[in-house]
């Protein structure tokens, strides 16, 4: 029996949800896994700000819940967002491995030695080096590169993101001892593979990296919560209370 990959998408965004499901599907198309995807119900259509990411938290356990109640527990979790709201959480919460895209990333790229990030949206640049210092891979990151335009902008049209993401990228792999660069984002899914040819230390597709790391990720201890709890789905409030 195929294992089944639920794929949360924190924002709001159907065609992301779409693209997101298709690229992961794709990158494990050699393994038995079927991969099921859904879309927050409320927060922002593109997360690129501390507070849509702080909504996006509580809607990736939200739709997370949701899933489960109709489909039960699958065999492993990634969170679609390059920044991973509500990761931590879920991992509280869930007997299986909960991934995120920027984990994911972050560690495959650590592991080839420093590393930098590219993304839409210049907001992100604070959020990434916040959550690389909490996962301890702050002293590996060389830095973050933005471009103005969002991943949900750069996705409409991937010339024209190609075209704006190469300069970043090659100012990314000129970094002191950078060894790789990662392109980060939901929306910037298939771009790594589009400017490879063109920098010079490999690229790495923060959506590909989720989808490998899903399925090797180990699971944490399952807490359940004794406090009370007001105004949350009937689905989340039953995952909450175990």
């Known amino acids: ?119 839409g949206g210049a907001a992100w640049a604070p959020m990434l080096r916040r959550l690389a210092y909490g996962l301890g891979l702050h002293e590996a990151l060389a830095g973050v590169h933005t471009v103005a335009a969002s991943g949900l902008q750069l996705s409409s049209d991937l010339d024209a993101a190609r075209a704006a993401l190469r300069p970043a990228c090659l100012a990314a792999a000129q970094g002191e001892g950078v060894r790789s660069v990662i392109v980060g984002g939901a929306g910037l899914a298939g771009l790594a593979a589009r400017l490879a040819g063109d920098v010079p230390v490999p690229l790495i597709d923060s959506v590909e990296a989720g989808a490998r790391q899903a399925l090797r990720a180990a699971p944490a201890a399952v807490a359940a919560s004794a406090v009370r709890w007001q105004g949350l789905s009937a689905p989340l409030q039953q995952l909450l209370l175990g």
């Open 1 to 119: 029996m195929p294992r089944r990959l639920l794929l949360v998408n924190p924002n709001t965004s159907a065609p992301v949800t779409a693209r997101l499901a298709q690229h992961v599907q794709a990158a494990l198309r050699d393994e038995d896994v079927t991969v099921q995807a859904c879309t927050a119900r409320f927060g922002a259509e593109y997360i690129s700000s501390e507070a849509s990411y702080a909504v996006a938290a509580h809607a990736t356990l939200d739709a997370y819940a949701a899933a489960v109640a109709i489909d039960g527990r699958p065999d492993a979790v990634l969170v679609g967002c390059f920044g991973d709201p509500g990761v931590f959480a879920l991992r509280e919460l869930c007997p299986h491995p909960v991934t995120g895209l920027a984990e994911a990333a972050m560690r495959e790229a650590a592991a080839l030695g420093r590393f930098a990030i590219v993304t």
